[in-house]
Nanobody
Framework: QVQLVESGGGSVQAGGSLRLSCAASGHIFNVNAMGWYRQAPGKEREFVATMTTGGSTNYADSVKGRFGISRDNAKNTVTLQMNSLKPEDTAIYYC?????????WGQGTQVTVSS
């Protein structure tokens, strides 16, 4: 089992920045992927960004150039730096952890961007 604890989020005006962090604990293997998904009201959960232990990253087109993902493998943490935020980025953001075929989710943290 893997437990995820998220921090960060909150409210900001359009154009502002926020940072989300997630810490994983439990039975963690050396090879895994950590990242973020989000779910806006009335919409399905969607992929935002992910990063592997090897350093490979992937971003949704909607956040490329604005969001940056990083991680500390020694601490099993992942951070999402969100810049130039838009009202359409408003959603609950979920930390995601994937290893050996299993996916784990954090409890979610609210991000609200006002125009």
């Amino acid at each position: 089992q893997v437990q995820l604890v998220e921090s960060g989020g909150g409210s900001v005006q359009a154009g502002g920045s926020l940072r989300l962090s997630c810490a994983a604990s439990g039975h963690i293997f050396n090879v895994n992927a950590m990242g973020w998904y989000r779910q806006a009201p009335g919409k399905e959960r969607e992929f935002v960004a992910t990063m592997t232990t090897g350093g490979s990253t992937n971003y949704a087109d909607s956040v490329k150039g604005r969001f940056g993902i990083s991680r500390d493998n020694a601490k099993n943490t992942v951070t999402l730096q969100m810049n130039s935020l838009k009202p359409e980025d408003t959603a609950i953001y979920y930390c995601n952890f994937f290893q050996v075929g299993y996916t784990y989710w954090g409890q979610g943290t609210q991000v609200t961007v006002s125009s």
